[in-house]
């Protein structure tokens, strides 16, 4: 089914469905293609015919090569090679447990002592942890910007910079950042551009092809899609790939197959979720900007929300996850909206079947641009997030209006 090159050029539709098929891994040799998902292949050992297979296979460290689970099987191959066959420009993808193990093996395998790391201030919270954390540790010193000041990025640039991590749209405050601009400029200067595209996936942005070096996904949200797994990815060209890879396997990382496939079932799905999620979004955020309780609606896919005309530019699509900020009120008053929810689930993470809602306080976890956001009142600062499922939307405001009623009685 799935040439690699039988894809290039095709819809993304097309190439979610044949991504990652191979024959040799769908097949059982003499019946190429028997199947249409490739096997759980569960493997420690590896087994060589002979001694002179052996020696080969250890030294040629080369993907698709049998060696030992450590560099996977063909259930992880396939779908490393499914989520480089959709991230335009990849020459290759890491799997890595989780979406925090990517970021740090990624940051761990650019990054040494002396450095300098610029990092987006509307940053997943455990990336800042972990840049005052081990990276401290081993002698790297991190500085913070304003996601949407491109003049501020350059100023912060030094001779000792050598990485920046980028989030776009961060996705508690939903700022859109000028990827391109922040690339050409670190690019002139040789400094990695590596970007957290967890919200967007290679499908609402090409990464890659807009300057980025390495593009970083949180695989537990929209590519598996379902709430009940774990991974992370990097995808890069060739020579950050490779470096990528050999770091992940200095470092013990690897994926369980049963994972991988639980990912790559996901994926298949992921174009009809990505956009039936992304329009029920709208929707609600529309409704959410007529409620007078509502100061403003932080959602980029929405006409006149901050970083639309950016999302508009560059952005091929979005997904469900959005914020809205109300108006005044106190920390008790939104504890009872939510509470108040019963078909939005309270929990983190994102991008599953299913809706959730989670409070927004992004104060302490920035420090070099304002909470509230520019042009909004100091009392107007408790959010919600509303990562938004594949439930009916009249049902999701019913719900929603039952949270404003018990926000309006506290
Ligand atoms: C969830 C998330 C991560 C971390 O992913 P895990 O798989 O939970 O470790 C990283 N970045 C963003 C933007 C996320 O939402």
Request: glycine fraction near 10%; charged fraction near 20%; include cysteine.
């Amino acid at each position: 089914m799935s040439d690699p090159e039988n894809l290039a050029g095709k819809g993304p539709g097309t190439r979610l469905v044949g991504a990652g098929r191979r024959p040799e891994w769908t097949g059982t040799g003499d019946q190429p293609a028997a199947v249409v998902s490739p096997p759980v292949w569960r493997a420690s050992t590896h087994l060589y015919p002979d001694m002179t297979a052996l020696r080969a296979g250890t030294s040629a460290n080369a993907d698709g090569r049998f060696y030992y689970g450590r560099r996977g099987a063909p259930t992880q191959w396939a779908l490393a090679e499914a989520l480089t066959q959709i991230e335009p420009g990849a020459a290759g993808t890491v799997l890595y447990p989780s979406g925090v193990a990517a970021i740090a093996a990624v940051l761990l395998s650019v990054l040494k002592p002396g450095d300098v790391l610029l990092m987006t201030d509307n940053a997943y919270d455990p990336s800042r942890v972990m840049a005052r954390g081990i990276l401290k540790d081993y002698g790297v010193e991190t500085r913070w910007f304003d996601p949407t000041d491109v003049a501020a990025f350059e100023a912060a640039l030094c001779e000792r910079t050598t990485a920046v991590l980028l989030e776009s749209p961060g996705s508690l405050t939903m700022e859109v950042q000028d990827v391109s601009a922040i690339c050409a400029l670190a690019r002139a200067r040789g400094i990695t551009t590596i970007l957290d595209n967890t919200w967007a996936s290679p499908l609402g942005f090409a990464a890659l092809a807009h300057g980025v070096d390495i593009s970083v996904m949180s695989l537990t949200k929209h590519v598996g899609g379902h709430s009940d797994v774990m991974m992370g990815s990097a995808s890069a060209g060739e020579a950050l790939y490779q470096k990528l890879r050999r770091r992940a396997q200095m470092l013990g990382q690897v994926v369980s197959p049963d994972d991988a496939a639980l990912v790559l079932r996901g994926l298949r799905t992921m174009g009809i979720r990505l956009e039936r999620e992304t329009a029920s979004a709208v929707a609600i955020a529309r409704w959410l900007e007529g409620r007078p309780e509502v100061a403003r609606v932080l959602c980029p896919m929405l006409a006149g929300s901050p970083g639309h005309a950016l999302w508009q530019r560059d952005f091929t699509g979005g997904c469900g996850l959005f914020s809205f900020v109300l108006k005044g009120g106190t920390s008790a008053a939104r504890d009872a909206f939510i509470d108040a929810l019963s078909l939005f689930g309270i929990g983190y993470s994102w991008g599953g079947f299913e809706s959730l809602a989670t409070p927004v306080d992004p104060t302490a976890m920035r420090t070099a641009s304002p909470w509230p956001l520019p042009g909004m009142d100091e009392a107007d600062r408790f959010g919600i997030r509303l990562a938004i499922g594949l439930e009916d939307v009249g049902d999701l405001i019913v719900d929603l209006e039952n949270g404003f009623r018990a926000w309006n009685k506290v």
